[in-house]
């Protein structure tokens, strides 16, 4: 059904220093409440290099900040431009808060990171709060290791910001799931600003104008590094299986993600030529719609890959990161003890025997609606609920309610 929220707007910011998640689940926030509401604008801000290459709906639009990325000793740096990081960070911060000053939104959701990228979105906060705009703060179903998460927030001094600057606190996932903030000791306060939504679902693009980059006739396993960047030790996993066992027998479609390493990609390249069985690309702009087609997905279990497989009800095989966050190893123990997913763990000396074991029962494990858990996928449902409760609320006070 579709309502009407005329000239209101919505800003969306996400720091995007790397990868792809960020910038996906914003997008799909966007598009999912654009559609509902008729009227509302949207605008995303993001430091992603390549959310140009990605299609947006009407009245969604972006604008992108100068890009930095993170280096391997945690430091970040400038990405295109040649310049010192202070003032790459100066002009990031001048952008956002004028943005936010012309733009005048409604309801400002920060994507994670609750004063942004080396504090450039506190300012922002500040003059928006004054201003009568709703911030909200953005969650993923898990952050952190406790204990590693609450040293990151105390050395960027987060708890008074979400006690004086944010009105709510959305966690994009479960209770079942464990709360992204346990073990924090953050003051009521914050705790009585958190709403769970439930996952965020996924529709499929269309494929009008898409051209397939593989035969999708045959059955295949897809095999997603998400972004790339941290990919590297999972796909060369599967690529091992597949070389120690030639009779495998499922097709593989490995997707490297463009950010990972070009050396990585041109041995896996190499590698997958030699193998009848295992075909490999970098990148698809429609990749929904290559996971809807798959029989299975074996995955690192970042969170926009997990709803994509919740959404699509597919048997999925985890091979979570546990550094530098152990975000997906949590995400991946939690969801398996649900009956979501399966999972091999990468640490230790990943022998291809589990491996070739777990790529032969994926197509017959059972699919994650299985499980039976109850407002799995409400979401972007329940975001946009809250959306209108805090731009109509005397309209929106019963919908919520019931």
Not at 28 to 52: D, E, Q
Not at 324 to 353: F, H, K, W
């Amino acid at each position: 059904m579709t309502e009407r929220l005329d000239s209101s707007r919505i800003l969306i910011y996400s720091h995007d220093s790397f990868g792809l998640g960020h910038l996906r689940r914003c997008r799909s926030i966007a598009h999912s409440l654009t559609s509902r509401y008729k009227g509302l604008s949207i605008l995303i801000l993001s430091g992603s290099p390549i959310i140009g290459s990605f299609d947006f709906k009407a009245r969604v639009d972006f604008v992108r900040i100068p890009g930095v990325i993170k280096l391997k000793d945690g430091e970040y740096t400038s990405l295109g431009l040649h310049i010192d990081l202070e003032q790459t960070l100066q002009m990031r911060e001048s952008i956002i808060y004028h943005t936010a000053q012309c733009f005048q939104p409604d309801i400002f959701l920060v994507d994670k990171e609750p004063t942004g990228l080396q504090g450039e979105v506190t300012s922002t906060l500040e003059m928006l709060r004054q201003r009568g705009t709703v911030n909200v703060l953005g969650l993923r179903d898990v952050m952190d290791e406790p204990g590693l998460l609450k040293a990151e927030w105390e050395r960027k001094q987060v708890a008074p910001v979400l006690e004086n600057l944010y009105h709510d606190i959305w966690v994009y996932g479960l209770p079942e799931m464990g709360s992204p903030i346990e073990g924090l000791d953050l003051s009521p306060v914050v705790q009585n600003k958190m709403a769970y939504t439930g996952y965020l679902g996924r529709d499929l693009p269309s494929d009008l104008n898409w051209v397939a980059p593989i035969d999708l006739e045959h059955p295949y396993i897809l095999v997603t590094a998400g972004g790339g960047g941290d990919g590297v030790e999972m796909v060369d996993w599967v690529i091992r299986a597949y070389e120690a066992d030639p009779v495998l027998p499922r097709r593989a479609v490995i997707v490297t993600g463009p950010f990972m390493p070009a050396n990585s990609q041109q041995e896996f390249h190499e590698r997958c030529d030699q193998l009848p069985n295992v075909e490999i690309l970098t990148f698809d702009n429609h990749f929904e719609l290559l996971m809807e087609k798959a029989i299975g997905i074996v995955a690192m279990g970042g969170y926009n890959t997990f709803c994509e497989i919740l959404s699509l009800d597919k048997p999925a095989l985890i091979v979570p990161r546990s550094v530098p966050r152990q975000e997906q190893l949590i995400r991946a123990e939690r969801a398996v003890a649900l009956g979501l997913a399966s999972m091999l763990d990468p640490a230790g000396e990943r022998p291809v025997e589990p491996m070739a074991e777990a790529l032969r029962a994926l197509p017959q494990q059972p699919r994650p609606s299985t499980s039976r858990v109850t407002g799995l996928l409400d979401g972007h449902q329940r975001i946009a609920d809250m959306v209108r409760a805090y731009i109509e609320p005397g309209e929106a006070a019963t919908s919520i309610s019931a």
